[in-house]
């Protein structure tokens, strides 16, 4: 006995329905020009002229963020070009506090079905190495998070600057979150931690004075930074020397002047070299002290005091 076979309708794509609008002809005319605009609206759109209006809600303190072209990258958003973060008051050619080469923006379409159109994604090529992370303006306040990896030390000028000669070497690795009230980055805080891969100084003067070459393997961060003040909550370092400390750092302008106030320990390893051994003998000590008696740094960056 032969079942009888189920014929289904296929359903025609048709678009009689538009005769009424002028016409198939006309419709596909109306769709093409629609499509035609949008996209020329897209190219020659005032870019440059947005960012600048949003970033004149942040550039209201000591620091200003800059860049020197902007355009559309399709895929990646709105690209913004050798775009800087840099003290608004610095006329001595110091280097800036951050650079990107690149940095691209798009909106962060999960905030935009929760209903805040205010947010976006972020990514930037950072030194060598890249970073990513979203930005939302809520109620008020900028708020966000930020990942990078494989930044590359020897290439921040912020850090290179204060060498007299040599060379800074070390990848970083991290991520934080910051919270800026009224978008006010002056009154904003960040939170976070940081990984430091083969770090090292090679044949480098500070301030007239030679430095020993040294060498860690793997450095640990776990900082705030709040109202001008970084806290150093963690900080471990192995490799040529074992360093465990903490303290804060009141950051001034330029970066010679903060100030310090750390406390912590620096024990030599089975491969610390001779010189760092007697540098490490020059540090002031109470009599009767043990190795790993703790040592509070004081003074300022360019001229910290030990005791």
């Known amino acids: 006995m032969r079942l009888p076979r189920l014929r289904i309708p296929q359903p025609r794509l048709s678009l009689d329905v538009l005769r009424g609008f002028g016409g198939r002809m006309a419709v596909l005319y109306v769709a093409y020009t629609t499509l035609l605009f949008v996209a020329c609206l897209l190219v020659t759109f005032p870019y440059d002229l947005l960012v600048r209006r949003a970033l004149s809600l942040v550039n209201s303190g000591s620091v200003a963020v800059e860049f020197k072209d902007s355009g559309l990258a399709w895929l990646n958003g709105i690209e913004l070009s050798n775009l800087r973060v840099v003290p608004t008051a610095a006329t001595d050619g110091r280097p800036p506090y951050l650079e990107c080469t690149h940095f691209w923006l798009r909106p962060a379409f999960g905030a935009l079905v929760r209903g805040n159109p205010y947010a976006v994604q972020v990514r930037a090529d950072l030194y060598g190495g890249g970073a990513l992370g979203e930005i939302r303006y809520v109620d008020g306040n900028l708020v966000g998070n930020l990942q990078w990896q494989d930044v590359d030390m020897g290439r921040y000028r912020t850090l290179t600057s204060l060498l007299d000669e040599g060379q800074l070497a ?71 020397l074992s360093v465990q400390g903490s303290g804060q750092v009141v950051v001034r302008d330029p970066i010679q002047e903060s100030v310090l106030n750390l406390r912590g320990t620096v024990l030599p390893s089975p491969s610390t070299p001779d010189a760092l051994k007697a540098l490490l003998s020059l540090i002031p000590r109470a009599p009767g002290s043990k190795p790993d008696a703790p040592i509070t740094v004081t003074g300022t960056v360019g001229r910290p005091r030990f005791r």
């Open 170 to 240: 070390g990848r970083i690795s991290g991520q934080c979150s910051f919270e800026a009230r009224g978008g006010n980055l002056n009154t904003g805080q960040v939170g976070g931690e940081l990984t430091i891969d083969a770090a090292g100084l090679n044949a480098a003067k500070i301030a007239g004075f030679t430095v020993p070459d040294v060498r860690f393997r793997q450095t640990k961060v776990k900082f705030t930074v709040h109202g001008g003040r970084l806290d150093l909550q963690e900080f471990n370092a192995s490799g040529d």
